[in-house]
């Protein structure tokens, strides 16, 4: 089955400094790569997704890059702001065949110095 | 609120006993996920319907836990003779494939959990 590395599983930066999560996947079927974010206590939040035949995506602060062939994909965060303090999960699925589960990462946990 | 919707929110139990947790989706979701959080690690998958048919089922899913889905709307886990190890949050999500050019993206929108203690 697939399997989803995380790395690192702490990261502590300055606010408005970037921060960069790293994860890579094993199956190389899997097409669809959504991040998500949970704050303590709630529930996790979608906040981007990628499909394999993108190999970047940006909305505002956060960005997504995907290496096919190296099976690794990452999440940036510029300007970094106290409120996205929070651990944050990468996911891997093949979201148009059978195997629509995803498959989480350990998880980041990003604090953000104000 | 029209966000997944989950129930009870927090339940504690005694090692042996049974519990139903209740999940109901996004209205018109028809792909219905349960996940198990424990503490510090990622959600794992469980189990997955379609409509009411469960069309994927994890090894996790042990012959103590039981998903269903009967018409297709909110789905209830059961789980018997619960053991310490059980102790975790259970997740639920909803999706509902959406049409992007060639593909979809079946975005998966998850609920609060039930956090399970068993003592």
């Known amino acids: 089955g697939e399997n989803v590395e995380q790395h690192p599983s702490t990261l502590s930066v300055q606010e408005g400094d970037s921060a960069v999560i790293k994860c890579t996947y094993s199956?190389?079927?899997?097409?669809?790569f959504p991040w998500y974010k949970q704050e303590l206590g709630k529930r996790p939040q979608l906040i981007i997704d990628?499909?394999?035949?993108?190999g970047e995506k940006k909305d505002q602060r956060i960005a997504v890059t995907l290496n096919k062939t190296a099976k690794h994909f990452s999440l940036h965060i510029t300007e970094t702001q106290p409120e996205d303090s929070a651990v944050y999960f990468c996911?891997?699925?093949?979201?148009?065949?059978?195997?629509?589960?995803?498959?989480f990462g350990s998880g980041t946990r990003l604090q953000v110095q104000p | 609120d029209t966000g997944v919707s989950q129930n009870p929110r927090h339940k504690i139990t005694k090692r042996g006993q049974n519990v139903t947790f209740r999940c109901d989706p996004i209205?018109?979701?028809?792909?219905l996920y349960w996940y198990r959080q424990t503490l510090g690690q990622g959600p794992e998958f469980l189990t997955y319907?379609?409509?009411?048919?469960?069309?994927?089922k994890s090894r996790l899913l042990s012959d103590r836990f039981s998903a269903e889905r009967p018409k297709g709307s909110f789905s209830t886990l059961e789980i018997q003779r619960t053991e310490q190890g059980d102790s975790a949050m259970y997740l639920c999500?909803?999706?509902?494939?959406?049409?992007?050019?060639?593909?979809?993206?079946?975005?998966?929108?998850f609920g609060p959990g039930t956090r399970l203690t068993v003592l």
């Open positions: 996911a891997a699925s093949m979201a148009d065949t059978g195997r629509r589960a995803l498959t």
């Open positions: 990628i499909r394999s035949n993108v």
């Open positions: 319907f379609q409509n009411e048919a469960q069309l994927e």
């Open positions: 209205s018109e979701h028809n792909r």
């Open positions: 199956d190389s079927a899997s097409n669809y």
């Open positions: 999500a909803s999706s509902c494939p959406t049409p992007s050019g060639r593909s979809s993206t079946d975005t998966q929108y």
